[in-house]
Each structure stands twice: as C-alpha cells, then as structure tokens.
C-alpha cells in the first residue's frame, strides 16, 4: 500500500510509518537523509558493509584516510549508550534536525570529537537544564549518576503523549536502548 498520509500497526505489527510531512522532520537533519549510514556507524567489525569496505569499494565521496575508523568513545556501556543516542536520536537533535534550530540539545557524535567530555553529547545533556520540558520534578536533561531524574531517559521510557521520545512512528519503549541509557547515566560521576 502506498500513501502520503501514513499508516498505523503497518502489517499487523505496533509500528506506525508517519506521514510524509512527518517523515522529513527526522530525515532533513541527516545528511544525504537516509538514516543508519553515518561514518561511526559504519566503523564497526563483522560483515560489510563497513566503513573500511566502503572505502576500500571506492563507494564514499569523501573516504576517510586509509585504515581511519571512528569508533564510538568510552567503555561498553558508554559506547552502547552514545552509539544509541547517535543513531536513535542524533538525526533530529542536531544543528540540522528538526529541533536543532531551537533546542541546544545534540545527540549526534561528530568523526572529530575524540573525548567523551568534548563529544556534543556531553557538553549539551550531562548536568544541563531542560530548555522547555518539565514533569515530575525532573529539570535536568542528565542527572549524572541519576537515571530516574534525568529528562532523557524519562522520555525515552514515556509512550502515549508529548513527552515521549521519540515522538513518531513509535508505540513501545525500546528496552535495550533504555537500559543501555540507564546503566551509563548511572555510571557517571
């Protein structure tokens, strides 16, 4: 079925596609507008496509230098929490996304931030007010060491009004990504 106007429980499942008004509120903040294709996802082992085989095909416009990858900083815990941010939520909060232009909030890592305190994820959430959002007594968008008083991971485990992020196409809280959140919120000093 083809529509403009989206479509909820696509095949019989909870997922809704949005319409395609929606769809280009999270697709215009990343460049090339196809999700999942950044240079720090791609720098991964396994199977291709990587950001080495890419390269290696002469598939990049702009290849990074041979034998370059840009991994996602710190330990398992605060990789897998990044490495969610940026590819969950980093196309929208960013200078080009749709919030970008009013919110001072940026989830997507840059090839160029080498240090977890310089990333934009850092210097944007941890221990930095909310601009607009407030809910049960929550003010900050990371409460280091506090997952439960952090707006971020509030938001991510809210479904079914505005609070919920992300606020298209989903229904139900990825718990994997949560806990990923979760864990590495708690880990901070």
Same mark, same amino acid.
């Given at each position: ?6 479509? $909820? ?6 997922h809704?596609?949005?319409?395609? %008004? ?12 196809v +999700?999942?294709?950044?240079? @720090? ?9 990587? +950001?080495? /085989?890419?390269?290696?095909? #002469? ?23 990044? #490495? ?36 934009? @994820? ?12 407030? $809910? ?13 008083? /952090? $707006? ?7 479904? #079914?009004?505005? $609070?919920?992020?992300?606020? %298209? ?7 994997? #990504?949560l ?6 919120? /708690? /880990?901070?000093?």
């Amino acid at each position: 079925m083809e529509t403009t106007e989206g479509a $909820a429980n696509v095949l019989g499942t909870t997922h809704d596609v949005p319409s395609s %008004k929606d769809c280009t509120l999270c697709h215009n903040g990343e460049p090339g507008r196809v +999700l999942g294709f950044s240079a @720090i996802q791609l720098s991964k082992s396994g199977p291709p496509p990587t +950001l080495t /085989s890419l390269a290696s095909a #002469g598939s990049l416009t702009v290849p990074p230098p041979a034998g370059v990858d840009y991994p996602v900083l710190g330990d398992p815990a605060t990789a897998a929490a990044l #490495g969610y941010l940026h590819a969950n939520c980093g196309h929208c909060h960013n200078p080009h996304g749709w919030p970008g232009s009013f919110l001072s909030q940026h989830l997507r890592l840059n090839v160029a931030e080498r240090t977890l305190e310089t990333t934009a @994820i850092w210097t944007s959430t941890v221990n930095q007010p909310t601009q607009w959002f407030r $809910a049960a007594g929550i003010t900050d968008r990371i409460v280091a060491g506090d997952p439960d008083h /952090s $707006a971020i991971a509030y938001r991510m485990a809210d479904r #079914g009004d505005s $609070a919920q992020m992300p606020p %298209k196409a989903t229904k139900q809280v990825d718990s994997v #990504g949560l806990a990923a959140v979760r864990s590495w919120i /708690s /880990s901070l000093p």
